[in-house]
């Protein structure tokens, strides 16, 4: 299937590894032009060469954190001057450390308001207005699926993943019209460093090994196995496509089954 990628202009933050990387892997096999971002030139570097010879138009890395609106403003300006603009735009960013809710403090909520909430709005607002004249556009929010079933242990990703949800719904109603979709791609466990990290903690605090409480994990998933970001980034690059163009305020799992919601 031809997604009709070949041509479009994709900024992916995070998109060094991962499942920010993911996104970009099957974006530069459609023959898509790419700048990712990240906080390692030589990581950004390498990343870029490694999307080039899978088949990107163009690639190249803009060092750029999230916790920096400055560096949000000089990141679109920047994707703008090498791409010529942007069509896809993909936010993507750590997640905050796990914790339960009565433990969210303040100064951790503020901390990561900026990195979850106001970067992202922040960029998109930069970077829309032109998806919007030319009748033309993506957004995609790497979520979680704790955005629809909470996760316990992270209870200030919830909280805040809750709010660009609410937000992207918004918003994605006042620019159908204009050709731009929004949707949130929300991940199960998909193995990756953070997976690591939140499984590391998960296994500290029921006294197991991390073998154990990985393989907990997987059992409570109906397919049986955890994903792999090969198993994600494809969707990302249908949600950025023409055929997935009737897509819109929708949060798309892939979780290998393991929300068990209807909704």
Not at 111 to 129: D, G, K, M, Y
Not at 157 to 163: D, I, K, P, V, Y
Request: hydrophobic fraction near 45%; proline fraction near 5%; include cysteine.
């Amino acid at each position: 299937m031809d997604l009709g990628l070949k041509g479009r202009r994709a900024l992916v933050m995070g998109g060094t590894k991962g499942l920010g990387r993911s996104i970009a892997d099957a974006l530069a096999a459609e023959g898509a032009g790419l700048v990712i971002s990240g906080r390692d030139q030589g990581r950004l570097d390498q990343a870029a060469s490694e999307l080039k010879a899978a088949g990107a138009a163009a690639a190249s890395g803009v060092v750029a954190d999230v916790a920096s609106s400055a560096d949000m403003d000089c990141l679109a300006e920047a994707a703008v001057a090498a791409l010529g603009g942007v069509d896809i735009l993909v936010l993507n960013h750590g997640g905050p450390p796990p914790c339960t809710a009565s433990q969210i403090t303040e100064p951790a909520l503020l901390e990561w308001f900026q990195h979850i909430v106001v970067s992202p709005i922040r960029i998109t607002n930069a970077l829309l207005p032109a998806m919007r004249e030319r009748k033309w556009g993506r957004v995609i929010v790497v979520g979680s699926t704790g955005m629809q079933h909470p996760i316990p242990t992270l209870a200030l990703s919830n909280t805040l993943r809750a709010s660009i949800w609410g937000w992207l719904k918004t918003l994605s109603g006042e620019v159908a019209k204009d050709g731009v979709t929004m949707n949130v791609l929300a991940p199960g466990t998909i193995l990756t460093d953070r997976v690591t990290s939140t499984t590391t903690v998960r296994a500290k605090a029921k006294g197991v090994s991390f073998d154990e409480a990985l393989a907990e994990a997987a059992a409570e998933i109906p397919a049986g196995r955890l994903g792999t970001p090969a198993d994600y980034g494809p969707m990302g690059a249908f949600l950025a496509s023409e055929k997935g163009g009737y897509v819109t305020g929708s949060m798309i799992r892939v979780d290998g089954g393991r929300v068990r919601g209807m909704v």
